[in-house]
């Protein structure tokens, strides 16, 4: 039979190493998001955001970024990303993205 002590010190373990684990799982999900995020936007993004195509706002513009955002807000942006613009087909280029995933990629284009 386990006397309180042990049973207290075999918690204390198990919480702390499940905790570490959580942590470090949690930091590989964001990671892999991250990688997503990047991998998304150089397949449905980049053609024209890298170069300014079509006076498209170029990766990396943080200053015209930030003054869209301020201007229309990220609900707006990530609505005119869904139904398109002028220059760009609705969704832009990726088929299969959330509203979030829209999000993802404008704050990735904005840094």
């Known amino acids: 039979m386990f006397s309180i002590t042990e049973i ?7 919480l702390v190493t499940s905790g570490a684990a959580l942590i470090i799982s949690t930091a590989m999900i964001s990671h892999a998001s991250a990688a997503d995020t990047a991998t ?11 170069s300014g195509a079509l006076n498209a706002i170029k990766k990396g513009d943080r200053a015209k970024w930030q ?8 609900p707006a942006l990530v609505k005119s990303v869904k139904n398109g613009m002028i220059q760009m087909p609705a969704g832009g280029l990726c088929d299969n993205c959330s509203d979030d995933d829209y999000r993802k990629l404008i704050e990735y284009m904005s840094k």
């Not at 207290?8 to 198990?14: E, N």
């Not at 998304?40 to 890298?50: E, F, G, I, L, Q």
């Not at 003054?67 to 990220?74: A, E």
């Open 8 to 14: 207290f010190a075999k918690s204390c373990r198990f």
């Open 40 to 50: 998304t936007y150089n397949n449905s993004c980049a053609a024209c955001h890298d």
């Open 67 to 74: 003054q869209l955002i301020k201007q229309k807000g990220m």
